[in-house]
């Protein structure tokens, strides 16, 4: 189970048009979220040194959960782990709310 801190900021794609395949985005209007959504569909992750802008994302797909952020790390990612769940979010505070 995902779970998502500061929300507001976080843009909720369909990742192969399933409900289960959820992708969490925090980014700024330069990033290209179809190219994103294609990369994590085909396990391309090499790719994701092709987009341009912020970002920072959480994707759970067929039962692994994948993060990742742009090559800078200028949308850092920090999350928490348990067993049950994986919270996420781009501040520290908001994995202690």
């Given at each position: 189970m995902i779970s998502i801190g500061n929300s507001e900021k976080v843009v909720k794609l369909n990742v192969e048009g399933s409900k289960e395949n959820t992708m969490y985005v925090w980014r700024n209007d330069q990033v290209d979220t179809a190219a994103l959504v294609q990369i994590v569909e085909t396990g391309e992750w090499s790719k994701l040194?092709?987009?341009?802008?912020?970002?920072?994302?959480?994707?759970e797909k067929a039962g692994k959960i994948y993060l990742f952020c742009d090559r800078l790390g200028i949308y850092p990612l920090f999350?928490?782990?348990?067993k049950n769940e994986v919270c996420a979010a781009t501040r520290i505070p908001d994995l202690l709310t």
């Open positions: 040194e092709l987009i341009d802008g912020f970002f920072a994302a959480i994707c999350y928490s782990a348990t």
